[in-house]
């Protein structure tokens, strides 16, 4: 049997609510902007809707991909292909119409997730048919609605014949999607793979369906201060859209064509909590193993983790129970940590939150600097770990370790390790 | 009202140009929508949809497999107009 191999990213793409592309967005995470603004919409009158900001994407899809792309993907899978093309591009791989043969297609995987799929198309094919009828019913309705819809559009996109997947886990799916991708790679199975996350739930009824779990915050006087984890006046998350897409490939792939590598993605860790649909297990037990076995395949110890970008959505039950977990797993090491918690400018983009924040993790570690957590004026005494707040901080030299959290309903927990390359 | 054959034709051609993103000159009569258009079952059906709309038209399912042609499809409307 061989041994497993190592997995670098050499492209990262994205469109968020901060910018249009992976730079901007990153920069704008650096100078601590927050993505979140007043809905251009009258939802709150229309349905009673209590909240009436959201974290919207910054560029919007029609601004930068043909009319008919447009009409033939549901907003999800747009956010998808616009990130897909920039991470793409950026690893220096061109077009299937130039005739790029840097990989093998057979050798080259797509693994894009969204946490609630074509919710857009879903719901408008709906007030079609009660509207007008089933043979007003555009043709297109099924390939847009359906959840692997943006990875099977990024497949064709590049041409992947590895195997195209979307993994479901909730507010985990892209970093559990970044997960899959590593071990298609590290197991022999591709060589390339493309993988991410996005969302697109801009729509009246998540949002008044994340309402109803009271699950969001209610700041709608002042949107830009609304998400803000770990400070004691918290009361919510802020809902965000958008997707992130990295391209990873075996370090020896990456190598032999030249490639430039921003960091290697070392280790993923999976567990589930078998605890409860929506609360995290209060012990932290599954969110602990995630880390330990993340850390384990990374070959890594406590001392050695330098970074960590939280998952923390700005729930006070969220948001503790991780530090817990953190400050149970590393212990004193955890004195030593700096902790990022990004939602607190993008908000929480749901299946494509655990996708942005590994670029953000890659780019941390890439840069030697830990993005600023914001909002945070008074610091909960119970938070565990020392966090990054107003501006980044510097990561030190030398090798280092980074952890990138992603939780979800369902229990779905997902780390993953990102070192120097 | 009935639409005129030109009318027709032009309507077509933006429905088309939507939905493929050609541009609406390289709608004409004797264009076959699957050889020269490129256009694939599923982009057929929409167009489809699309003119029974523009047009206040049916377009049976059974009838679609005949229009080979943008001809044919502007020939079908002014009929299913009368």
Not at chain 1, 168 to 190: K, L, N, P, Q, T
Not at chain 1, 245 to 269: F, M, N, T
Not at chain 1, 284 to 294: D, E, P
Request: hydrophobic share 45%; glycine share 10%.
């Amino acid at each position: 049997m061989t041994a497993p191999r190592d997995v670098v990213v050499t492209g990262i793409g994205a469109t968020t609510p901060l910018g249009g592309d992976a730079a901007s967005t990153w920069a704008a995470a650096l100078a601590g902007e927050s993505g979140a603004r007043t809905f251009e919409n009258d939802w709150a009158e229309q349905y009673g809707i209590p909240v009436t900001f959201g974290a919207t994407i910054k560029v919007k899809p029609e601004e930068v991909l043909p009319r008919p792309e447009i009409k033939r993907m549901d907003p999800s899978a747009q956010y998808a292909i616009i990130a897909t093309r920039e991470a793409w591009a950026d690893a220096g791989f061109g077009t299937a119409a130039e005739g790029d043969q840097q990989v093998d297609p057979e050798r080259l995987g797509a693994v894009v997730s969204s946490g609630i799929g074509g919710i857009w198309t879903t719901l408008d094919a709906w007030d079609t048919l009660r509207e007008r009828g089933a043979r007003r019913m555009l043709p297109m309705t099924v390939p847009m609605l359906m959840p692997n819809s943006p990875s099977a559009y990024v497949e064709l996109e590049i041409g992947a014949q590895a195997g195209a997947h979307a993994l479901v886990s909730a507010c985990a799916s892209g970093a559990e999607a970044i997960g899959y991708g590593i071990e298609m790679i590290r197991s022999g199975r591709a060589d390339v793979v493309v993988a991410g996350g996005t969302e697109a739930t801009m729509h009246p009824m998540p949002i008044a369906a994340f309402a109803a779990s009271r699950t969001l915050s209610l700041r709608n006087d002042d949107p830009q201060g609304a998400s803000r984890p770990y400070d004691v006046d918290r009361d919510g998350f802020v809902i965000g859209e958008g997707a992130a897409i990295v391209v990873l490939e075996s370090a020896e792939h990456a190598a032999a064509r030249g490639a430039r590598v921003y960091a290697k993605l070392a280790g993923v860790g999976l567990s589930s909590d078998a605890y409860h649909i929506t609360s995290p297990d209060p012990e932290g037990k599954g969110q602990i193993a995630a880390m330990r076995r993340a850390l384990e395949m990374a070959g890594a110890t406590a001392a050695d983790v330098a970074h960590i970008n939280a998952h923390a959505t700005s729930t006070k039950v969220g948001d503790l129970t991780e530090t817990n977990s953190i400050r149970t797993l590393l212990g004193g090491e955890a004195d030593h940590v700096l902790l990022s918690a990004t939602k607190s400018m993008t908000g929480h983009l749901l299946g494509g939150a655990g996708a942005l924040e590994t670029v953000f993790t890659v780019k941390a570690v890439q840069e030697r600097l830990a993005p600023p957590t914001i909002n945070v004026a008074n610091p909960d005494p119970e938070l565990k770990v020392p966090l990054v707040r107003d501006a980044p901080a510097p990561l030190p030299a030398g090798d280092v370790v980074a952890v990138n959290n992603s939780f979800g309903f369902g229990g779905h927990n997902v780390a993953l390790v990102v070192t120097n390359a | 009202m009935a639409y005129t054959d030109t009318e027709i034709l032009e309507g077509l051609a933006e429905i088309v140009a939507e939905e493929t993103g050609l541009p609406t000159d390289a709608v004409q009569l004797e264009k076959s929508f699957t050889d020269d258009l490129d256009i694939d079952s599923l982009s057929m059906m929409t167009i489809v949809t699309h003119a029974e709309d523009k047009f206040s038209v049916r377009i049976p399912d059974e009838e679609v497999k005949n229009l080979a042609t943008v001809g044919d499809a502007v020939t079908f409307i002014v009929g299913a107009q009368a």
